[in-house]
């Protein structure tokens, strides 16, 4: 009897400190901005934000990543907020509070899994709380996919926050009726008449149902919202002058694509609708690919000023699965019906300038032979400045095809002649030297340079290195030329040949001068 109570005390006394750790509105952190991306010093890693206006302030909810570099998977075990009275940085810097990890999911939703804080978002409701839509995975199911779409209630945004339905999820792939998606990424919206719309989905699937003036009682059907060209993921809701206007990550990938060139990477998209389910029709880009592969948009007006809020991979350290949110001011055209969205330009904190280099690629345009360049690869990741651990395939430039040739080549082209005498490339492969599929080392390589009347082997090289875990470079007497490509033969079995693929290629000068990024310029005259 004495050991039960024990028991029975110790577990009371536990509840009681998780439930005073939870009603503890978080301490936060003040910080000055000086630009994008709003946390940059690696410190913290943020993502999937969602902006809003609450007590003439504006918040943003965020996620929060913590994969280590060479990781590629979403580790996101919390949440956390961003405050500030204006968003725009002066001559000073923005002022922000930053809440970090204020809420986890297993705090509050006592059917979820922990470490799976996925993108949310915050509204304020009619009755002035403030509801999160979350998406976490439950720990207790048996659906093929877990994900599900919870809602937490709170008298404030930094808390203390409960689950609005402890009985589970409002979504998932068995509530409110079956569906096969996988149910996260939701956004919210109350119309003027006070009506409620959830939206969510991913992988091309998008659905939307009303809800009940409560925020948590699914009304009307799930539906399947259709007429929004290149939908992947991260749907963002809003309504300006009475037209209904949808955000999203989109991934229409082509080598003409309005969106992206590249599957692994996406753009902001959006449409417009006359009503909240529609009949939706595609409107433009409202925002680039930027430097990560996903992309997560979020918008709000804020003392008469629309902002964009996404995230990027451009804080210190960040990467693909480092994210970090940005905000820039979002434009419309009202000189045509619906209002445009004018492409959102992103900014950056002042940076500053690339340390002197011996390596000019960064100031050549990049084409391959396989122009165009498979979907799956990129080729403005061939000179870049940027080599990973664990790259994914738009981390470098490749040649993958169904049937690949015996020999590709890579080609950088300058505006006016360069004067050259060394070069380094960072091979990639997922098969090993002597394999016929997937992507092998090249076999052999060479450097070509265009001379007056055509294309010739560079003289007295030092040697063409074939490995894969360090760049292998390449010393030659000095040359002038405006155009160089590095020739390769590709692996084979004997049978089929493997595709080549590398990371970065840099071109060295005799001496270090100040690097310079040629960014989107137009490419310069052919060699020929």
């Not at 204006?86 to 986890?104: E, Q, V």
């Not at 509204?123 to 599900?148: C, H, T, W």
Request: with cysteine; charged share 20%.
């Amino acid at each position: 009897m004495r050991n039960k109570l024990a028991v029975i005390l110790v577990a009371g006394a536990l509840a009681s400190a998780a439930s005073a750790q939870q009603s503890a509105a978080p301490a936060g952190r003040d910080i000055t901005v000086p630009g994008n991306p709003i946390l940059a010093d690696g410190d913290y890693y943020s993502a999937d934000p969602a902006p809003f206006v609450a007590d003439g302030q504006f918040w943003i909810l965020t996620g929060h990543d913590m994969a280590a570099p060479d990781v590629n998977d979403f580790i996101m075990p919390d949440w956390q907020l961003l405050r500030t009275d204006d968003p725009t940085p002066g001559s000073n810097g923005a002022k922000w509070t930053h809440y970090p990890a204020f809420l986890k999911p297993e705090n509050v939703f006592t059917w979820a899994e922990p470490a799976r804080a996925y993108a949310g978002q915050i509204i304020q409701g009619p009755d002035k709380r403030f509801y999160l839509y979350a998406p976490v995975m439950e720990k207790n199911s048996d659906a093929k996919d877990r994900f599900a779409i919870g809602v937490a209630v709170a008298d404030s945004p930094v808390g203390p926050w409960r689950d609005a339905h402890p009985s589970g999820p409002i979504v998932s792939q068995k509530v409110p009726v079956a569906n096969d998606i996988q149910n996260i990424d939701p956004t919210i919206l109350i119309d003027d008449d006070g009506r409620v719309y959830l939206y969510w989905g991913t992988f091309g699937q998008m659905r939307g149902m009303e809800l009940a003036r409560d925020m948590i009682t699914p009304k009307g059907p799930e539906q399947t919202i259709t007429g929004l060209t290149g939908f992947f993921e991260a749907p963002w809701i809003m309504k300006r002058k009475g037209t209904y206007y949808m955000l999203y990550a989109g991934n229409k990938a082509s080598p003409t694509s309005d969106c992206t060139p590249a599957v692994y990477h996406a753009c902001i998209a959006y449409g417009t609708a006359p009503s909240p389910m529609g009949p939706w029709t595609y409107q433009g880009v409202a925002l680039k690919p930027v430097s990560s592969t996903t992309s997560h948009p979020g918008a709000v007006e804020f003392k008469g000023q629309w902002y964009m809020v996404y995230h990027t991979a451009d804080a210190k350290g960040g990467g693909h699965f480092r994210r970090s949110v940005a905000v820039d001011r979002m434009q419309w055209d009202d000189s045509v019906s619906p209002a445009r969205i004018r492409t959102v330009v992103p900014t950056r904190r002042p940076q500053p300038p690339l340390p002197p280099s011996r390596n000019i690629a960064r100031s050549a345009w990049a084409t391959a032979s396989n122009d165009p360049v498979p979907v799956q690869f990129w080729i403005k990741a061939l000179n870049n400045g940027v080599v990973k651990d664990a790259p994914l395939p738009p981390d470098m430039w490749g040649s993958w095809s169904p049937n690949n040739p015996p020999r590709q080549w890579i080609e950088y082209r300058w505006d006016k002649p360069v004067t050259i005498d060394g070069s380094r490339i960072r091979f990639w492969n997922d098969q090993p030297a002597g394999s016929g599929v997937g992507v092998a080392p090249p076999a052999k390589w060479h450097l070509e340079y265009w001379a007056a009347k055509g294309w010739k082997p560079v003289p007295g090289a030092s040697g063409y290195g074939t490995g894969t875990d360090a760049f292998q470079q390449v010393t030659f007497p000095k040359i002038t030329t405006r155009c160089l490509r590095a020739v390769m033969e590709a692996s084979t079995d004997g049978k089929t040949h493997a595709a080549l693929a590398a990371q970065e290629w840099e071109v060295l000068a005799p001496t270090s001068a100040q690097s310079v990024d040629r960014g989107d310029l137009p490419a310069p005259r052919a060699c020929g």
